[in-house]
């Protein structure tokens, strides 16, 4: 499978600002992914990112929270907005081959402590 | 969970011996997949089945599938300290393309 770089590995933020996170894949993928885990939690599916066009978000979340770039098929970006403690996760950018039984490929997660 | 649950959540057992993990889910399903994730890392992907298939090993590794019952269960045998992590199971539905994914077991192997 491919490789995703994901940075930052970490930060520490201060409430009320926003944080953009980046995912560069290693070869060209057709949708990627955003997860959020929050701490002792599973991963719950933020959005899915298709270049071209407006990601999908799942129920729970927005855009004006957190907006997502796609501007290519090797790269994308989640902003975490306006954030505040309870934004204190980890978030991880994933992918998969083609197919219907590919499985998914992630990043490395960035572990987000908002203060 | 957005999916479905896993369970036990925590689970603790000695070197050597087997570790069972289930997982239940919702919907129709294209394929299971089982991951495991260190410490907060990012994920490792361990073994996916097919929804026709029941049961699959890679390793020391065991699932099967039950898709009447909508449920999976993950066995690890000859558990070692190494395999203390996170263990979730995750679904791409029928007709789909997302991975969504239980709630994790947490195993604590003993030495």
């Known amino acids: 499978s491919a490789v995703i770089s994901q940075k930052p590995s970490r930060d520490i933020c201060q409430r009320g600002t926003s944080l953009t996170i980046q995912c560069q894949v290693d070869s060209q993928v057709t949708m990627m992914f955003w997860y959020r885990q929050q701490p002792g939690q599973s991963l719950t599916l933020i959005a899915t990112?298709?270049?071209?066009?407006?990601?999908?978000?799942e129920s729970g979340f927005v855009i004006d929270k957190f907006p997502i770039s796609r501007p290519n098929l090797t790269f994308s970006t989640l902003t975490v907005s306006n954030m505040s403690p309870e934004d204190s996760s980890i978030y991880l950018c994933?992918?998969?081959?083609?197919?219907?039984?590919?499985?998914?490929?992630f990043g490395q997660g960035t572990r987000l402590t908002v203060v | 969970s957005q999916q479905g649950e896993e369970d036990p959540q925590a689970l603790s057992i000695q070197e050597g011996e087997n570790a069972t993990m289930n997982c239940s889910y919702k919907?129709?399903?294209?394929?299971l997949q089982w991951y495991r994730q260190n410490s907060g890392r990012g994920l490792v992907h361990l073994i996916l089945?097919?929804?026709?298939?029941r049961e699959k090993h890679s390793g020391r590794l065991r699932v099967t599938l039950d898709t009447s019952k909508k449920s999976s269960s993950l066995l690890i045998t000859a558990s070692r300290a190494a395999d203390t992590a996170s263990y979730f199971c995750?679904?791409?539905?029928?007709?789909?393309?997302?991975?969504?994914f239980g709630a994790g077991t947490r195993p604590f192997v003993k030495a």
């Open positions: 919907t129709s399903i294209n394929n």
């Open positions: 994933s992918s998969k081959g083609t197919g219907t039984n590919t499985e998914a490929f």
């Open positions: 089945i097919r929804s026709n298939e």
């Open positions: 990112a298709n270049q071209g066009s407006e990601a999908t978000y």
């Open positions: 995750a679904t791409v539905n029928t007709g789909g393309f997302k991975t969504i």
